[in-house]
Structures are given as C-alpha cells and as structure tokens.
C-alpha cells in the first residue's frame, strides 16, 4: 500500500499531525535546495528519534574507498560520496531547562508543515507540551535563497502558552558529520577552525584527500513580539561545533523569534584564503537585509521560475500537486548558472548512487531544461561532458579499449568512474549512447549546430570507436554481436545482445559518420582540426561503419517482436499479473539470483529505445512492442512510468498513459518504491515533465519545427505548459474542445498540430 498521508494541494506540499514513523520520509520530501546547495527538511530544535541529517553543498565530494569482495581489473578505486556538509541549521531550545524535542515531549498537537511550491519555503508549526508541564507553540520558516544563492534563512519563533518562561536558543554550526552511506567510516571532513564574534560564528573546514574547503557560517538576532533585542550570547565551542547561548525572558503569550542566516563559502568559487573574509560579508549582507526582505525576493525569484516552468492542471489537484513538486526540486537541484555542476540522481535530499552525474541527465533531464530554460543551459550540460571527454578515454582503456576510444561514466564527479557494481560498472554501456543522443536530441531541439564542429563531433567519434571495438564478430550469425552487457533494465545483467544496447550502437556510429560528412563539406577548418587530433582515417570510418550495417539484433518470429535480449524466451513468462501482490516490491522481497532469473523488467528497455527513435518504427511495432513487454514490467525503476505514459499516450491508451503519469508524477509523494526516506528520485522528475509535454501534448520535432499530437486524459478539464523553442516563448493550452496556442516574440512560427501546418503571429490566440 503506498503511503497517502500528504494532502492534495496545489501549490504545496502539506503533512498534518505529527508520526515518528514517517519523519524520515517526510525529510526527503520536504527538502529544499538552490542549485548551490540543498538539505533535508531536518528539525531546528534537538530531535532523539530516528532521523536522516543531511545539508550538501554542489560539486563537494569525497572518493571513499571502493569496498567489494575481491578487485577486479579495471574497477573504480573509489566510489564518490556526494558528502553530508557542515549542519548550520540546528537551533537548540531549552525552556525552563528543559529542551524541546518532538520525541520526548508529553504531547505533540497541531502538527503541521507546508512545502510552499509556488514561493520558495518550508514551514513547519505545532503545540507540544514538554516533561516540565511547559506548554509551547512553535512555528518555524525557512528558505535558501536564489538570490543570495550562499545562504539561507531561519525565522524560528516560540510562544509560551501557559506560564512564563525563560527560552535559552542556542543556534550553532556542526561540523562532526557522518555520512548514512559510507563504507568504511573514514572520517570525511577536517576542521581546522573554528571562530566566534558578537552575533556571528564560523566554522572552517576542509575535505580529505579532495581538499574542497569549505567555510560554513551563521549570524542570529533575536525578537520578543517584532522588537529586535540587543541580547549578547555566550560562546560555546568545541573542535567541531560552535555555539552561541542566547538567554531571554518570554512572558506567556509573547513571541520570542530567532532569526538565523547560515550557510557556506566554498573554494570552487572563492580564493581559499578568502571564504571566511567573504562568508562574512555575506552574512552581514543577509542580516542587513532581513529575514522577510530576503523572503520577498525569493518570492519574486520562484514567481520568474514558474512563469516559464508551471504546467497547471484543470479539475485534477493529485495529479497537479505531483507536476509542480517535479518542476519545483528539478529548478531546486539545478539551475544551470554553472556548468561545472549536474544533475544528481537524488540532488539534495540524499546520498544514495553518490556521484552527481549519471546518464539519467542525458536521456532525460536535457529536454526539460531546453524546454522551460533556453539553449545556453541545455549547452552547458553538453559542455560538461565535453569536459570530461578525456576522462572518459582513460576510463575506456582501464578496460582494455585503444586508439580514443571513450567509455563515459555510469557514475562519475569529476568524470572518472566512481561506480563499484562490477554489472553496471563494466556492463551497462547503453550510457555510452545516451551522450550522443543528448547531442542529436540538443541540435534538433534548439537547431544550433555550431555545438558539433566545435566540441560534440570529437564526443561522438570517442563513443563511436568504444562501440566499434566492443562489438564482435559472430562466424556463427555472420553478424556483428555486443555480449556481456546490461541494459536499462538492471534486473538482467551479463546478457547478450540487449537490443537495446545494439541498436544505440548501430545508431551512434551513422551518426557519427554522417556528421563527419557534414562538418568535412561545411567546416572544413573544424574538420581538419578533428581529423588532426583523432588521427581517424577513411578505413576506420570504413570498418566502423561495417559494425553498424551488419549489427546482430534478437528477434521472435512467434511473437514478431524483438527479443530485449538472446535468450529471453527461455525464461518461464509469467506476467506482473499473476504475481502475488505480497511478492511486491521484488527487488525487497526475492533474492538477486531468483531477479534474474524471472521475465521482470526493472524499467523500459526496448520502449526505451522505441520513445528515443520513434520514427525508425511504426504505430503498429510500438503496439506490438508494448503488448508483449509491459506485462512483464514491475516498474522498480523511477526511470520507467515515464517512458511508458508517453507510449500509451501515442497508442491512445489515455488510461493507461494517466495511471503512468500519476506513477510517475507521484512516485516520491506516494512513496511507490517504499523507500523515499532516502531521498528523492531527481531525475527521473524531468520524465514527468515530458509525460505530460511529449505524452499528452505529443510535442514533437519535425521537419525541424515544433509539432503537436494533443490528448488529454478523461480525468483534466484542461492543462497548460510553455516551451521556449528557439528563443520562441510558445502557451499551449489543452482543454476537452480543443487546443490553443499562444506566441510570444517578434516573429511568426510554423508549428504542426495533427500533422497539419499551422502559422502563429505573435501575440495572437490560435485555436485548433
């Protein structure tokens, strides 16, 4: 059963009542985050109780040590941590001597905490009555700022009910941290400082072996009911925590606020010997301007955000709140002011997979940010794999590849592979693909070709001599076959011939050399540069291309579909159906051996395939493909609902397509896999989006303009998004009569709707 405890709203993410059993999960889904850095909605005040802490800082990492039964050649050494940071939000309370904490208190009431979507902040209130007999109201808000993207702000107010009391508030910084997920309990942080002045304290700190350095800090002030006091603390500290005592006199019924600013300075963007000068600063900055003109502007910052973002759903609030809350941690997670970062499979709510960056960015996180940015974002992410093209070389050769040949990382942060499962490290290659088609998927979207001579060809001939090599001769086929490999369905691994896998092959090797062509007749001084630099020469190209034509691909006469993969049909085929319920989640419930050996599928694999190169097949093979694969699908995979509300959409299976885009777009918020507690499934967000933009809105490129197959579930009035093509900022709205299309710019567009040619002036209403 999944969990149904948040309230439908639209605009908000809303728990009432207070349960220590889904505390934990409600960290996750009530973490916020600004592109710099994010936490889990963690409580201010002591909490004794089962808990997940965790703060996290962009592109601050830590290479623990792999941990595997016996090594490999070619293993990763380490596996990259995506590192629990210095905690800067904690607030200690004690009343009357006595602390507040939820877990210890006589009675907790009126519990209540709001995720406010359409504004940027976390709030949380309650009563609670503590073992004194002290009776207390509390209300708590927080945000980190957009604009001021080093800090964040608390406002943590307290409200004697039934006496007078004195309030001690001791905000502090924390720098002995742990991580949940670390392998050997190495110790990841060195504090080398730690300061306190007046309202103000920092912490030092500084990575092993990474050597990020990090200044972590925080200013306070206090109120009783709105008049600031000039209350000085005392300072408490010990080699890693820093303190600052704070002791007030509170009559019954007065407020007593903390205002706290917090958060870090990191040498990624400052000199070293500068981020204690410049978190100063900063915090002075912040302070000055005060905790309700800084929420102002954040307010105005999610208000531009969602102007270009919101995809609003009529007569639906589960299936509203579910878009907006993946649109809200999408631009929470990332925001593309520096290409130095990505997208992280979990971003800031948790540690799970490590490293920041998995092909997830590439197959479907990149459409996202085209659509609600503009191409200079969705470059960036191109850039940043260009970047890491060496890296990539010397990942492939750790494996034996020669010549250039370039393997990208299943998971990577600074593009080294950091992934220690020898069947994803070594086999899951399909990755590979998914960076030349981020690059086919930019360069058709936004029509900027110029990417190509200037950096992807170089990418897309790397990848292509990786697949070359990695193909083999099969005398028995007279084919060229790819073997040992898993594909994006990770509950079959060591197979051969995943279709998928071969097909991308096939495909990213003609497109290579397609583009070859184009940048030798067009870009000739690009094009000697390439050929310089990779020494690639007709014959190569030749046999490259002899891979590609005569690539092996699995195939049932029966059931006139193929087959994910050789040997699929001996598999004892029993659909999801006919599985006992009690057996769900599989992957919680049977062992790895019984996994394999079943027909589940973790997530799409060859629909995978068929939504990426939808105009190799026809309607009729998706049908086909869909009928005979999806019954055999568990959807353990966040990646998977996506892809498949989008297919049933095209095959006008709205119910089907509306029950997958509410999988999807409530996965975290319905907890599908039992095991949002450890974070949020980022990425697979952005799949949300293109369920309703690709699927529902059937948004297309064709004939190198926009196209559209608009359907609408039976349960929506009406729906709403925007996508910004080619600088062209186009509405559509889709509603049970019809659809309409609003443009805003200078210049006429022709889009297709229904296969039907359709000019729209700017500002100007069209409906279809």
Known sequence: MNQDY??????????????????????????????????????????????????????????????????????????????????????????????????????????????????????????????NGVEVAVISKRFLSLDLDEIGAIKYQVTPLNRNVTIKYTPYLDAGITNEDTNWDDKFWDTYEVSHKGNTAYILSKTMKTDFQVCTGMYAKLFIDGEQLDTLPKAVSTATYAGLDYKIEVSKGSVAAIHKFGGYTVCLNHKKDTIASMNTTILKQASESGFEALLALQKQAWSKIWEMADISIDGDVKAQQGIRFNIFQLNQTYLGKDARLNIGPKGFTGEKYGGSTYWDTEAYCIPFYMATKNQKVARSLLVYRYNHLEKAIENAKKLGFTNGAALYPMVTMNGEECHNEWEITFEEIHRNGAMTFAIYNYIRYTGDYSYIPEMGLEVMI?????????????????????????????????????????????????????NIEKVKREYTTDYDRIIHETSLGQEEIDAM???????????????????????????????VADLDASQRPINQKWSWDRILRSPYIKQADILQGFYMFEDHFTKEELERHFDFYEPFTVHESSLSPCVHSIQAAVLDRMDQAYAFYLRTSRLDLDDYNKEVEEGLHITSMAGTWMSIVEGFGGLRIKNDT?????????????????????????????????????????????????DKDVTISPNSLITV
């Not at 028995?476 to 898993?486: E, P, Q, R, W």
């Not at 195939?555 to 029993?574: A, M, N, P, R």
């Not at 926009?706 to 929506?716: A, M, N, Q, V």
């Open 6 to 131: 948040i309230k439908p709203d639209n605009w908000s993410i809303i728990e009432e009542g207070f349960d220590v059993e889904r505390v934990k999960s409600s960290e996750s889904l009530f973490s916020i985050g600004n592109g710099a850095m994010g936490q889990r909605a963690n409580f201010e005040e002591t909490y004794s109780g089962p808990t997940f802490q965790g703060s996290y800082i962009a592109g601050v990492y830590y290479p623990d040590k792999t941990r595997v039964g016996w090594w490999k050649n070619g293993y990763p050494e380490y596996f990259a941590k995506v590192l629990n940071a210095p905690n800067w939000i904690g607030i200690n309370v004690e009343i009357d001597g006595e602390k507040l904490d939820l877990y210890r208190c006589k009675s907790v009431s009126d519990f209540r905490r709001e995720l406010n979507m359409k504004e940027g902040w976390y709030e949380r209130s309650f009563k609670a009555v503590l073992q």
């Open 545 to 575: 291309l002899e891979v590609a034509e005569e690539m092996y691909f699995p195939y049932s006469e029966k059931y006139q579909v193929f087959l994910q993969q050789d040997g699929f049909l001996d598999k004892e085929l029993i659909s």
């Open 462 to 514: 790397a990848i292509a001599r990786f697949w070359h090599q990695r193909a083999t001769f099969s005398t028995a086929k007279d084919k060229y076959v790819i073997l040992g490999v898993t594909g994006p369905n990770e509950y079959e691994n060591n197979i051969n011939n995943n279709w998928y896998t071969n097909y991308l092959a096939k495909w990213c090797i003609t497109f290579c050399i397609e």
């Open 706 to 754: 926009l196209s559209f197959t608009p359907k609408i579930p039976k349960e929506w009035k009406g729906y709403t998004f925007n996508v910004n093509f080619r600088g062209n900022i186009l509405n559509v709205n889709v509603s049970q009569k019809g659809t309409s299309f609003n443009l805003e710019g200078e210049r006429e567009l022709l889009i297709y709707v229904d």
